[in-house]
């Protein structure tokens, strides 16, 4: 499986945008998708996710401002992001994390997608 993320760019403060985060098929075992965004010289840190179940959790500091959600037909989950900050300028990841059995033993792992960079001008 495949992550493909998209959708990262230049705006303005207070601009908005919209990530995509599109799977190469379905995923079995699927337990949740997160956005996770990376600052230079950071370490990447979970921002939001939305669970197979359809619960959703975020970050403060992005709470209001984001919406994660998915598309199970498209197999693609998205990341929309208003009112948009200077700080939240960082290169932006997707993460599928995964849960199935194989002769009763449990297979636990995770795809990421590659960063696409969001930058937002003062």
């Known amino acids: 499986v495949q992550l493909q993320a998209s959708g990262g760019g230049l705006v303005q403060a207070g601009g908005s945008l919209r990530l995509s985060c599109a799977a190469s098929?379905?995923?079995?075992?699927?337990?949740?998708i997160g956005w996770y965004r990376q600052y230079p010289g950071k370490e990447r840190d979970l921002i939001a996710s939305?669970?197979?179940?359809?619960?959703?959790d975020y970050v403060d500091s992005v709470k209001g401002r984001f919406t994660i959600s998915r598309d199970i037909a498209k197999n693609t989950a998205y990341l929309d992001m208003v009112s948009l900050k200077p700080e939240d300028t960082a290169v932006y990841y997707c993460?599928?994390?995964?849960?199935?059995?194989?002769?009763?033993?449990?297979?636990?792992?995770?795809?990421w997608g590659q960063g696409t960079l969001v930058t937002v001008s003062s």
């Open positions: 098929r379905s995923i079995p075992g699927l337990n949740a």
């Open positions: 993460r599928a994390d995964y849960t199935y059995y194989e002769y009763g033993t449990p297979i636990v792992g995770a795809y």
């Open positions: 939305i669970t197979s179940g359809g619960r959703v």
